[in-house]
């Protein structure tokens, strides 16, 4: 079982920065793929970013591209997102996920974090 603990969130002006947090407990997660999905009111939750067990390789959504980097500290058992360049239409729920995949346009992890809000104001 990983429990998985997000920090970070809050509001911020368009244009600022943010970055999100995950803490894992439980197991070590330095095996596993880690993710974030967000989830803006009243649209479906989407993935956002991906980073592999030893974070050779990552994947970032290209909504995001350029503006947003997920990185890992193995040893912290973390994960995190830097956000850079927000913008209002950025304003969700942020979810860690252990294991993260979407199929069939439908968001799937082996474990979810309960999520933290990034509210972005013009």
């Known amino acids: 079982q990983v429990h998985l603990v997000e920090s970070g969130g809050g509001l911020v002006q368009a244009g600022g920065s943010l970055r999100v947090s995950c803490v894992a407990s439980g197991r070590t997660i330095s095996r596993s793929s880690m993710g974030w999905f967000r989830q803006a009111p009243g649209k479906a939750r989407e993935l956002v970013a991906v980073?592999?067990?030893?974070?050779?390789?990552?994947y970032t959504a290209q909504s995001v591209k350029g503006r947003f980097t997920i990185s890992r500290d193995n040893a912290k058992n973390t994960v995190s997102l830097q956000m850079n360049s927000l913008e209002p239409e950025t304003t969700a729920v942020y979810y860690c996920?252990?294991?993260?995949?979407?199929?069939?346009?439908?968001?799937?992890?082996?474990?979810w974090g309960q999520g933290t809000q990034v509210n972005v104001y013009a």
């Open positions: 980073i592999s067990g030893v974070g050779a390789s990552t």
């Open positions: 996920a252990a294991g993260p995949k979407v199929v069939g346009n439908l968001p799937r992890a082996a474990y």
